[in-house]
């Protein structure tokens, strides 16, 4: 393998500094209350984010179909219509979604409200990403995933760049 690079366990390719005099500076450890307050938010962000991609899924259906039906949301999320049901059935307890056995799913305010958030925040970080030059498919893929860990001052200093840099 060149000395200029090194693969980790995914076959991902790093730089690495060739020359041994300029080692890397290492990162000072969190306090152990900092890094739980890390972690706490990471997994308060994966609560969240099924929730969000339902409701923003369900929007969009509904504006693409009129409806969003179990089914479709099966389809188009790749999993069992059982899964489906599930999830429904606890975004209706946190008052996301109204619907009714064999019926279409509809959003409440709240749950349009996270969805159009979701849907900025992914618009945000999908066009800072193409600003950067990452490839559009690329770009769309990690947008998905970040768009629902990311702090509002992380968003807005992207809109701030995007805006500044087109």
């Given at each position: 393998m060149p000395?200029?690079?090194?693969?980790?366990?995914?076959?991902?390719?790093?730089?690495?500094k060739a020359s041994p005099d300029k080692a890397p500076k290492q990162k000072k450890a969190a306090s152990p209350s900092g890094h739980a307050n890390r972690f706490e938010r990471i997994r308060r962000d994966h609560a969240t984010e099924l929730a969000e991609d339902y409701v923003e899924?369900?929007?969009?259906?509904?504006?693409?179909?009129g409806e969003a039906?179990?089914?479709d949301l099966a389809k188009r999320l790749g999993v069992t219509q059982v899964t489906v049901?599930?999830?429904v059935a606890r975004?209706?307890?946190?008052?996301?979604?109204?619907?009714?056995?064999?019926?279409?799913?509809?959003?409440?305010?709240t749950g349009k409200r996270i969805a159009d958030e979701a849907r900025e925040r992914h618009r945000i970080v999908l066009a800072f990403l193409r600003a950067?030059?990452?490839?559009?498919?690329?770009?769309?893929?990690?947008?998905?995933?970040m768009e629902h860990h990311i702090s509002p001052d992380t968003i807005a200093a992207m809109q701030a760049f995007i805006d500044r840099n087109g």
């Open positions: 000395a200029s690079s090194k693969s980790n366990a995914l076959g991902n390719t790093r730089a690495r899924l369900i929007d969009d259906l509904i504006a693409d179909c039906r179990a089914v049901t599930k999830t975004l209706k307890r946190e008052g996301l979604v109204t619907s009714a056995p064999y019926r279409a799913i509809f959003l409440t305010d950067l030059g990452v490839p559009n498919e690329v770009a769309e893929i990690d947008a998905e995933g």
